[in-house]
């Protein structure tokens, strides 16, 4: 045999896998947009803002349609991106790397997309709420949990919907509402005679109430009350009793661009963590020169670049039309968990400077231990794939 390494023209000859030129192209342009108009604009915030000024968001998001970034994640047919799942987690990773990013990706510069399930509707609640959305950049919300148990919607949703005549009449409460109080509209599941159902609900329908939840995060949910609250019967999202496979289908895929999201802000955390070093004098030598923070450096980006191979993989996986609740799940687990240990590895490499409100770490630290409760927390999760390993 001859010892020359045998040259492979095309990477997919060998079934290698890489990253497709134009997701490398949407990296780069996302990058250079985060560089030259977001942070600009963010570093004039308040530390905790979690909201630009409406005269530079409506500039920075004019600048953005016009570069074709605009609700990157709906259908391209309806005025949105088009993206797919491997597109999605590119867009969320790079768009995260801000202050406010955990939660508000791009200080909201890419507009907000309407829940992917809205495309499962009838024409009508396509356009009127879809379309809209996208158009007039009108916000939205998601109504799952309830105090009685946000990881286990099957079972625990006791907000009730009961028919009359034309309409439902929705009663009860939701916990952990993200955007209720600025929505123009949202997506309810209550629980009818045939089962968990959806309901899209304007958020001017009267009977609606909110209350602001102060958390460890500077964007607050709600506590959403609905007291007898009349919703149209059109306005019922798929079939009585099947909402809760909509709502496990938007969960999953959800899950996936969250990982990636997390993974961007510890990757930003990590390069800041990095500079440091690179100029800390301590001990008559610097930072970057001790091996116990050398080390913390080198674990940070290992466990990073695992986080994202299983993030991808899962993108992969869900636009080949897999099945990924195991994987989504497997991804969301590892991401979370090794965001919030870099961030704190990073927090200690800078000391006093990390907890400071001049940087970024502390808010991340704080609002990615969110994220290892949010969209399901990690034991549930473990569970999920435990009973998927037992089971097969």
């Given amino acids: 045999m001859s010892n020359s390494t045998a040259q492979i023209a095309d990477p997919a000859d060998s079934g290698a896998w890489e990253m497709p030129e134009q997701f490398v192209m949407l990296r780069d342009t996302i990058r250079r947009f985060m560089r030259e108009e977001v942070q600009p604009i963010e570093e004039r915030q308040p530390h905790d803002a979690w909201a630009l000024p409406s005269a530079d968001l409506q500039a920075l998001r004019a600048k953005a349609r016009a570069a074709g970034l605009w609700c990157l994640a709906s259908p391209a047919e309806y005025g ?11 867009v969320a990773e790079e768009a995260a790397k801000c202050r406010m990013g955990a939660y508000v990706p791009a200080c909201g510069a890419f507009g907000i997309d309407p829940p992917s399930v809205i495309w499962l509707g009838t024409p009508q609640q396509r356009q009127t709420y879809g379309v809209a959305g996208i158009e007039g950049g009108k916000k939205n919300f998601v109504a799952i949990s309830e105090a009685a148990g946000g990881s286990d919607p099957a079972r625990k949703i006791e907000t009730r919907a009961r028919r009359e005549g034309d309409a439902y009449v929705i009663t009860g409460t939701k916990l952990w509402i993200t955007a209720a109080d600025k929505a123009d509209w949202g997506i309810v599941f209550a629980r009818t005679d045939a089962g968990i159902t959806a309901f899209i609900v304007d958020r001017d329908t009267p009977g609606i109430t909110c209350r602001e939840i102060g958390v460890i995060r500077s964007y607050a949910p709600y506590e959403v009350h609905f007291d007898d609250v009349r919703v149209p ?26 990982s990636a999201a997390v993974i961007g802000i510890a990757q930003a955390a990590l390069q800041i ?14 930072l970057a020169d001790k091996q116990a923070v050398q080390w913390m450096i080198a674990d940070s980006e290992i466990e990073l670049r695992a986080a994202r191979l299983l993030t991808y993989q899962a993108a992969w996986s869900g636009d080949l039309g897999r099945d990924i609740k195991t994987e989504a799940s497997i991804a969301k687990v590892v991401a979370t968990e090794t965001a919030g240990r870099v961030v704190d590895r990073c927090i200690q490499i800078l000391g006093g400077m990390g907890v400071a409100r001049e940087m970024p770490l502390e808010r991340w630290y704080r609002e990615l231990r969110i994220k290892r409760i949010g969209e399901g927390p990690s034991e549930v999760h473990r569970m999920v794939l435990a009973r998927e390993l037992l089971r097969s």
Avoid at 234 to 258: S, T
């Fill in 80 to 90: 949105g991106g088009g993206l797919g799942l491997l597109g999605q987690v590119v």
């Fill in 233 to 258: 019967a059109e306005n019922m999202l798929g079939e009585d009793g099947k909402g809760f496979a909509i709502c496990q289908k938007w969960l999953v895929h959800a899950r996936v661009p969250y």
């Fill in 273 to 286: 963590a990095i500079d440091h070093a690179r100029q800390r004098h301590v001990h008559k030598s610097l």
